[in-house]
């Protein structure tokens, strides 16, 4: 299941449409440890409610607007429409690179800042840029100020990138 934090948006399949912005999560002892979430409704309201049920708000974008994918500059061609197969039928969007390419996207990767944290970029995983190099994080404490972590790649001789930088000099970068 997702974790929310708090900030995001969701909606719960009992209320529809309704879009809840998440306060807090908490582990839920007494209801057998699922993970329950205190949501405040657009009336100022606070309800809670288990993970069962929540799911990622769609993203408010239309055509034309400018949005980030995994901290890279997009622009949304279409969209939403509905997802298939893998997607569960969650909303789409196609979405157009400043190169030209394009490709469809579950509206949950979309943000309208960039977002570097380990949601968009798990640390795990490893991205090709637009050259077809590899780049993997580096676990040596090399964070700048903000957090942000630190990226290395076999073929780039300049040490350790914060990946702000390695998504502004080599993005997009695609996950692999």
């Given at each position: 299941?997702h974790?929310?934090?708090?900030?995001?948006?969701?909606?719960?399949?009992v209320?529809?449409?309704?879009?809840?912005t998440?306060?807090?999560?908490?582990?839920?002892w007494?209801?057998?440890?699922?993970?329950g979430?205190?949501?405040?409704?657009?009336?100022?309201g606070?309800l809670?409610?288990?993970?069962?049920?929540l799911s990622?708000?769609?993203?408010g974008?239309?055509?034309g607007d400018?949005?980030?994918?995994?901290?890279?500059?997009?622009?949304?061609?279409?969209g939403?429409?509905?997802?298939?197969g893998?997607?569960?039928g969650?909303p789409?969007y196609?979405?157009?690179?400043?190169?030209?390419?394009a490709r469809?996207?579950?509206?949950?990767e979309?943000t309208?800042?960039?977002?570097?944290g380990?949601d968009?970029?798990p640390?795990?995983?490893?991205y090709r840029d637009?050259?077809?190099?590899?780049?993997s994080?580096?676990y040596l404490?090399?964070?700048?100020?903000?957090g942000?972590?630190?990226?290395?790649?076999?073929?780039?001789f300049?040490?350790?990138?914060m990946l702000?930088?390695v998504?502004n000099?080599?993005?997009?970068?695609t996950?692999?």
């Amino acid at each position: 299941m997702h974790e929310f934090r708090a900030g995001d948006k969701v909606t719960h399949e009992v209320y529809g449409d309704t879009v809840f912005t998440v306060l807090s999560a908490h582990k839920l002892w007494r209801y057998g440890g699922p993970r329950g979430y205190l949501l405040e409704t657009h009336t100022g309201g606070v309800l809670l409610a288990t993970e069962r049920g929540l799911s990622a708000a769609p993203a408010g974008f239309s055509e034309g607007d400018s949005a980030y994918l995994a901290g890279t500059p997009v622009s949304v061609l279409s969209g939403p429409h509905p997802g298939a197969g893998a997607f569960g039928g969650a909303p789409m969007y196609l979405v157009g690179y400043a190169d030209g390419t394009a490709r469809s996207v579950p509206a949950e990767e979309l943000t309208a800042e960039p977002d570097y944290g380990p949601d968009a970029f798990p640390r795990n995983a490893q991205y090709r840029d637009k050259e077809g190099d590899v780049w993997s994080f580096t676990y040596l404490g090399t964070h700048d100020e903000s957090g942000c972590a630190a990226m290395t790649c076999p073929g780039y001789f300049g040490g350790a990138v914060m990946l702000r930088r390695v998504v502004n000099m080599f993005g997009p970068l695609t996950r692999i």
